[in-house]
């Protein structure tokens, strides 16, 4: 009888516990105050991982974590910087790491953005002042093997979803865009001159909002190039106002006689670089441009961001009137 009491004992006891260790486990707790990274390096051991969570505040005890570690066998903890701003049970915390949800910024570049919008863009997600990304674009070294005449490296921080830690750098984002760019590039299969292509590609980018426009905009600038014709591109206009610190949201006269190199209302041929980072449908439209002879292009004036594309004066300017008058209603 003896005996069976203290079997019996024995049980209650395990079974308290369990139900402790269950309850502690599955307890959360905050150690911190507002918002804590903690950073396990690969190769990170289990026991340094529950010494780095206690003295971060996110496991109460070293043996807490350790228990919870038990409980979740045959899943790998995965390295990375976490972020821990509620409260977490450790049964949690083991679950985050082990699925390997490490902390990162995310930064959505789309077609079309200058390095001056990406600069904005990283000052927002809080990384940096813009100002840092700005003189680090600004030095082409990154992509001067590929283009030696390359002024900056605009036209080559490729357009893409990037995902950032927290010691991101300007000029880490900038390798990691222009090597998403060398491999776009590559994809081309192209011996065309990298320079001129994405030059040109970017004011595809800025002019045509619609895929299959896309060709025919190269067609029109290409056919431009090969007379000797300006190319009247607003967007180059828009570019020059930003070097200069003068853009003020639209286009004025002064603009559009201003002598500046990448204004393209004043000087014939390509800008000197870049004024956009084209996507890889602009770039394959300059390098498969569509057999027209158009020379002129303007916004039809029923809103849906297509084009009228005319071969003569008298066709573009009967448009553009058109246009105009729309407009005006």
């Not at 049970?89 to 985050?96: A, T």
């Not at 570049?109 to 990283?122: H, K, M, Q, W, Y």
């Not at 003569?312 to 009967?318: P, R």
Request: glycine share 6%.
């Amino acid at each position: 009888m003896r005996f069976l009491r203290a079997i019996a004992f024995l049980v209650l006891l395990a079974l308290c516990a369990g139900g402790y260790a269950v309850y502690r486990l599955s307890r959360p707790y905050q150690g911190f105050s507002g918002e804590t990274f903690v950073e396990f390096p690969r190769g990170t051991s289990t026991g340094s991982m529950a010494e780095m969570l206690v003295r971060a505040g996110v496991v109460r005890s070293r043996w807490d974590f350790l228990l919870a570690r038990g409980a979740a066998r045959g899943r790998i903890l995965q390295a990375g910087e976490y972020r821990f701003h509620t409260p977490a049970s450790p049964l949690e915390v083991v679950d985050r790491i082990a699925r390997g949800d490490v902390f990162y910024y995310t930064l959505l570049v789309p077609e079309g953005r200058n390095l001056f919008d990406i600069a904005a863009a990283l000052e927002q997600l809080g990384l940096f002042p813009a100002s840092q990304f700005v003189a680090a674009a600004r030095n082409p070294a990154l992509i001067r093997d590929l283009d030696p005449r390359a002024p900056s490296l605009e036209g080559y921080l490729f357009p893409n979803t990037y995902k950032l830690s927290r010691r991101a750098t300007p000029e880490s984002i900038c390798r990691m865009m222009t090597a998403r760019f060398r491999d776009a590039w590559r994809s081309l299969s192209t011996t065309a001159n990298p320079h001129d292509t994405v030059t040109l590609a970017s004011l595809v980018e800025k002019e045509g909002k619609l895929p299959d426009e896309r060709p025919l905009i190269a067609a029109v600038f290409e056919n431009r190039l090969r007379i000797g014709m300006k190319l009247d591109c607003d967007p180059t206009t828009i570019y020059a106002a930003l070097l200069e610190h003068r853009y003020r949201g639209a286009i004025y006269r002064s603009d559009l006689e201003r002598d500046n190199p990448y204004n393209t209302y004043r000087r014939a041929g390509l800008p000197p670089g870049p004024i956009a980072n084209p996507g890889l449908a602009s770039l394959a439209a300059v390098l498969h441009p569509a057999q027209s002879p158009a020379l002129y292009f303007v916004l039809r004036p029923d809103g849906s961001g297509a084009h009228q594309f005319s071969n003569t004066i008298q066709d573009q300017d009967a448009a553009v009137a058109r246009y105009r008058r729309a407009s005006q209603r």
